[in-house]
């Protein structure tokens, strides 16, 4: 049996840490449904890299992932704040595209505040990418309803195809077939007093 999952619905439940579900204010980029999805906050920007965008409060950051194990490749990494429920991200060093996670405050929403800079040494490398992160998508305002994908970044439909076991109907099994029937097949004694079937004509 073959069904269609919109890829344009925002569907999952969203986790920051290993079996640490996030605030209800963090829905999916996509629909887990067809595969694991990184979050981001609702009615912000799902960037590459796995990272968020709110404009309100003109903060990029890292929010969480539809793998309540936390190991997809669509979990943002958040090193040495791995259960910080978001963090601020901040673009360091122009010439290596390094972009630094920081600590919020262990805040579990969004919220405005004192902006993420360049932290000194140790720095959390999240990862690496250009200054200008590209834009994915715009998540509505609740699951369910739809995502406003950009023009380079469309998800195609997929089809997910279940299975389901055979059962036969039993009235229509001829009772010879089942075990302990009332028409069992006839059988005959051979020379060694064993018995034997023998063989019905339908």
């Known amino acids: 049996m073959a069904s269609i999952v919109d890829p344009y619905i925002s569907n999952g439940t969203c986790y920051f840490a290993a079996g640490k579900r996030s605030h209800s204010s963090f829905i999916p980029c996509g ?10 906050g609702v009615a912000d920007f799902c960037m590459s890299s796995g990272a968020c965008f709110n404009a309100e409060f003109r903060q990029t950051y890292l929010a969480g992932c539809t793998d309540p194990q936390y190991n997809d490749e669509k979990c943002p990494n958040k090193p040495n ?3 910080e429920p978001w963090t601020g991200l901040a673009y360091c060093n122009g010439s290596s595209e390094e972009w630094f996670a920081c600590r919020k405050g262990g805040s579990s929403t969004l919220r405005s505040g004192d902006p993420c800079v360049c932290p000194e040494e140790p720095r959390t490398i999240a990862f690496k990418d250009k200054s200008s992160l590209d834009r994915i998508a715009s998540l509505p305002r609740t699951t369910g309803s ?14 997910i195809v279940t299975y389901r076991a055979y059962r036969p109907d039993p ?3 001829p009772a010879s077939l089942v075990p302990g029937g009332s028409h069992a097949p006839p ?13 019905e004509l339908p």
């Not at 887990?32 to 981001?40: E, K, L, P, S």
């Not at 739809?146 to 089809?159: G, K």
């Not at 051979?190 to 063989?199: E, F, I, K």
Request: charged letters at 15%; aromatic letters at 4%.
């Open 31 to 40: 629909n887990d449904a067809i595969g694991r999805q990184t979050c981001c």
């Open 81 to 83: 704040l791995s259960n």
């Open 146 to 159: 739809r995502i406003a994908f950009e023009a380079d970044h469309y998800p195609s439909p997929q089809v």
């Open 171 to 173: 009235s229509l099994v």
């Open 187 to 199: 059988q005959n004694v051979n020379r060694n007093g064993a018995l034997t079937p023998v063989a």
